[in-house]
């Protein structure tokens, strides 16, 4: 049982369902265009409305199409999304009136068991009134007017709403355990792990997560660029007996940015850099039939500057050819073009087939660990000491760069800052050692460090 009543919104291509969303969960997560068929996989969210809270689904419009179409099965998705909701808002739209597809979608939404909620949205003006009476003919109780992009009919869509989710909190609570005090851990856990898949299109990203979730949630076929909304998943992933909580984003994929010229498609590749940024652990997906290519490398480079943690996992390892020399040829490259990170982890998966999967959700969970490490002020002293008795800093000009000592300021990614004098006339061949033995020897491998140098504020230091 999820923890909040799960609301749908249903209705054919571009009569405003990705904005009232976007209204509904309080920010721009959905992309919306005047072109139609923006959305393709559902979307979710979570919704509030004058104090109600509940989970708010996206859909894709609503189309008469063969299921083996890309219209069709995104219709498939949205017929399912139906099913497993608690109520379904169906928005028409008010200024073009109600249309035959309208007509279609009503007919479909009465057979269901779903509890329905009708929407005429653009209501406002006169035109917008005579889609509102037209509605009634679809057969739905009182239809409710609403402007998704002004925000007008909320309180009436507050009254319609408002039994559903009561009801279904009212369940919730009853179904609950009763608390016990005292039994929370001091240091609270880290919560769900976070873990984003991007890559080039057509790599496999979303049948790389249905595989792991074990079922068809996200739209897949052999057209490029079919995601286009980055679409979170809640997962639960079993080992040796315990369940770990993960959200996973799929993301639409990133080609060179000299090909993205559609507006689209920019938005689109803007949402994949942003759910990066709110990424812990980031799996760079490469097509192994296809290679290592620059794009990756700027990919790979793009989320390193952002301090996440990175892995590569070479997918469809199933059909691809001489694979030895290609995970030689990946691993040989990813060293050389990301240098500023060594030992980021290189996997061989097929999310057709499901190979490699746990072994890439272990090491994810591995990376993550490592990225909020923080080691403790006086063993990275004991470290930093040694490593400047070994190696000195140099002496440019004559003189002396002299390193007093170390603090690790934050985690995720793990940044230190070291104190000295003379500290911006240290080389950056000197800041390439200090980093390079905190992986070695403080366990830092794999994962961006961020190092900063500050200045002595005492002017008789020397």
């Known amino acids: 049982m999820s923890r909040f009543a799960t609301i749908a919104i249903v209705g054919r291509p571009n009569v405003g369902k990705s904005t009232l969303f976007n209204r509904l969960v309080g920010k721009r997560l959905a992309l919306v265009d005047d072109q139609p068929g923006v959305t393709r996989d559902r979307r979710e969210g979570d919704g509030k409305l004058l104090g109600l809270e509940f989970r708010i689904v996206d859909t894709a419009g609503f189309e008469d199409h063969d299921a083996a179409t890309l219209p069709g099965r995104m219709r498939v998705q949205t017929e399912k999304a139906v099913r ?4 379904a808002l169906f928005m028409i739209d008010g200024r073009a009136g109600v249309t035959p597809l309208d007509e279609e979608i009503a ?12 929407l005429v949205n653009k209501a406002e003006g006169k035109q917008g009134e005579n889609g509102l009476m037209e509605s009634y003919s679809l057969g739905f109780d009182n239809p409710i007017a609403l402007s998704a992009e002004h925000g007008e009919g909320v309180v ?3 009254d319609a709403l408002r039994p559903i989710v009561e009801a279904y909190d009212a369940a919730e609570a009853e179904a609950l355990p009763p608390a016990i005090e005292g039994d929370e851990a001091e240091d609270a856990p880290l919560g769900p792990m976070k873990l984003a898949i991007v890559g080039r299109p057509n790599a496999g990203k979303s049948t790389l997560i249905n595989r792991m979730i074990g079922e068809d949630r996200l739209i897949t076929g052999p057209e490029a660029g079919i995601t286009r909304d980055s679409i979170r998943v809640d997962w639960q992933w079993e080992k040796d007996g315990e369940v770990h909580e993960i959200q996973l984003f799929d993301t639409a994929g990133m080609r060179k940015r000299a090909k993205v010229v559609d507006k689209l498609e920019k938005l689109s590749v803007a949402d994949a850099l942003h759910a990066v940024d709110f990424a812990e652990v980031v799996v760079l997906l490469l097509d192994a039939t296809k290679g290592l290519e620059a794009q990756d490398l700027r990919i790979a480079d793009k989320v390193l500057q952002e301090g996440r ?10 059909i691809a050819e001489d694979p030895s020399s290609l995970f030689n040829g990946v691993r040989a490259a990813l060293d050389d073009g990301l240098s500023q990170v060594k030992g980021v982890p290189v996997l061989s998966i097929s999310g057709a087939t499901g190979k490699g999967i746990d072994t890439l959700v272990r ?9 909020t490490n923080r080691v403790s002020t006086a063993r990275l002293n004991r470290w ?5 008795d070994s190696n000195p800093p140099p002496a440019p000009g004559g003189k002396r760069i002299k390193l007093r000592y170390i603090t690790q300021a934050r985690t995720r990614p793990p940044t230190f800052v070291v104190f000295g004098s003379r500290t911006d006339a240290l080389p950056g061949s000197y800041e390439r050692y200090l980093v390079n033995g905190m992986r070695k020897e403080l366990g830092f491998q794999g994962v ?5 140098f500050r200045n002595s504020r005492n002017p008789y230091d020397e």
């Open 384 to 388: 930093f000491e040694g490593a400047v």
């Open 107 to 118: 007919r479909w939404l009465r057979s269901e068991d779903t509890p329905i909620i009708l």
């Open 363 to 371: 090491v994810a969970f591995e990376q993550r660990d490592i990225w």
């Open 156 to 158: 009436d869509l507050f």
């Open 309 to 318: 943690a990175l892995i590569v996992a070479l997918n469809k390892w199933d």
């Open 84 to 87: 497993e909701a608690d109520a």
């Open 448 to 452: 961006p460090v961020r190092l900063n």
